[in-house]
């Protein structure tokens, strides 16, 4: 099973921008869609966005058209851009292999065979 490490997570202030990193082991990118998910103190894990191996996108309400996934095959990760931060996104980020489709009331990604890690922390906060 592919295991994936998380980083890129920091205190930052509100309005700030970062980019978390979720690099897989092994030679190669599962052909699964990745998904990003997070977890904030006290709450359940949800998904956040995800990504194909043919490059679509989805991204649930969490994204608010603030975030970007994007997929480096050749280096084997898995990005997620977060723009314009605010204190409520405070959580634990974290990627997984995700099944991820679209209805008439947006985009749902939900875990498939996870094996979660140890997740980045994100922290919002003047």
């Known amino acids: 099973q592919v295991q994936f490490v998380e980083s890129g997570g920091e205190l930052v202030q509100p309005g700030a921008s970062l980019r978390l990193s979720c690099a897989a082991s092994g030679t190669t990118l599962p052909t699964n869609p990745i998904g990003w998910f997070r977890q904030a103190p006290g709450k359940t894990r949800e998904g956040v966005a995800c990504?194909?191996?043919?490059?679509?996108?989805y991204y649930t309400n969490l994204a608010q058209g603030r975030f970007a996934i994007s997929r480096d095959n050749a280096r084997r990760i898995v990005y997620l851009e977060l723009f314009n931060l605010k204190p409520e996104e405070n959580a634990t980020y974290y990627c997984a292999p995700a099944r991820c489709f679209t209805t008439g009331s947006g985009s749902t990604v939900f875990p498939h065979d996870a094996s979660w890690g140890q997740g980045t922390q994100v922290t919002v906060s003047s």
């Open positions: 990504i194909s191996s043919r490059l679509k996108t």
